[in-house]
C-alpha cells in the first residue's frame, strides 16, 4: 500500500511569491494536516482537512491556505512568501475515526526555501 | 508559553543502555503521539496513547493523564534508534495540535 506522499520534494521561490505544496493521502484516509518545521524549531501545526472541509488551523497568518480535493488530496498555498516561511512542510493523513483514535501517517515532506 | 515540554533536549548512549525520554504537557488532551524523525526528515508515528501503556518491539510508551506525563523508554538501545524523538499532543476539542521541541538521540555502538 503506497504511504503518504508529497511534492515537490524540494521548492525554492524567492520572496513575495507563491507556492503550492501537494499532498496525496494514504488510500481511504480522509484527513490531512499540514505542518510546519523551521530550522531549529519544533514541528507547528498549520491545518487540518476532513471530507473536503478545512477543520482547524493553527497559529499562521492568512496568507497560508489551502483546500482539500474529493479525492481527499490537499494543496498548501503559501502567498508572498518571506524568508521566514523557509522550512520543512510535512503532511499527514489519518482515517478519521471520530474523536480520539486517529494515528497519523506522514509524508516525506517538501523542503520550502525562500530566497 | 509551551503547552509541551520534553526532557532531555539532547541524549547520548552507549548501545545496548536503557533509555527514557520524558514529555509533560499543560493542556487537557485526547490523545498523546510519540513520532520518531530521522536525518532528512522523514517521520514515523510510534505510539498513539490515551491512557496506560503500549509495547512495540524494544519500545514501551507510558502515560499518567492524572500528572500529565508521558515516558517513552527504549530498551537495549541500537545506533539505528538514533533519531529525534518527539512527543505531540491533540488538544482534548479535537482540533488543535502541540509539539514538544524533540529529544536528539544518539546511540554509540
Known amino acids: 500500500e503506497a504511504g503518504v506522499t508529497q511534492s515537490p520534494t524540494h521548492l525554492i521561490k524567492t520572496r513575495g511569491q507563491q507556492a503550492t505544496l501537494r499532498c496525496s493521502p494514504i488510500?481511504?484516509?480522509?484527513?490531512v494536516y499540514w505542518y510546519q518545521q523551521a530550522l531549529g524549531l519544533g514541528l507547528q501545526f498549520l491545518l487540518w482537512?476532513?471530507?473536503?472541509?478545512?477543520?482547524n488551523r493553527g497559529n499562521f497568518p492568512p496568507r497560508f491556505s489551502g483546500r482539500q480535493f474529493p479525492n481527499y488530496s490537499s494543496e498548501l498555498n503559501v502567498n508572498a512568501l518571506e524568508l521566514e516561511d523557509s522550512a520543512l512542510y510535512l503532511c499527514?493523513?489519518?482515517?478519521?475515526?471520530?474523536?480520539?483514535?486517529?494515528?497519523?501517517?506522514f509524508g516525506p515532506g517538501t523542503r520550502l526555501t525562500v530566497l | 508559553k509551551n503547552e509541551v515540554e520534553q526532557s532531555p533536549q539532547n541524549l547520548t548512549a552507549q548501545e545496548g543502555e536503557f533509555i527514557t525520554i520524558n514529555c509533560s504537557y499543560s493542556?487537557?488532551?485526547?490523545?498523546l503521539h510519540w513520532l520518531q524523525q530521522h536525518p532528512g526528515g522523514g517521520i514515523v508515528s510510534l505510539f498513539m496513547?490515551?491512557?496506560g501503556k503500549k509495547k512495540h518491539g524494544r519500545l514501551i510508551a507510558t502515560i499518567n493523564i492524572q500528572e500529565k506525563h508521558s515516558s517513552l523508554h527504549i530498551t537495549a538501545s541500537h545506533p539505528r534508534d538514533s533519531a529525534v524523538y518527539i512527543c505531540?499532543?491533540?488538544?482534548?476539542?479535537?482540533?488543535?495540535?502541540?509539539f514538544g521541541t524533540g529529544t536528539s538521540l544518539t546511540v554509540i555502538p
Open positions: 499527514a493523513s489519518s482515517l478519521y475515526t471520530g474523536f480520539y483514535t486517529d494515528t497519523q501517517y
Open positions: 488510500s481511504g484516509h480522509t484527513s
Open positions: 482537512y476532513d471530507e473536503g472541509e478545512e477543520r
Open positions: 493542556v487537557g488532551i485526547s490523545a
Open positions: 496513547l490515551s491512557s
Open positions: 505531540a499532543v491533540r488538544e482534548v476539542t479535537g482540533n488543535q495540535f502541540y
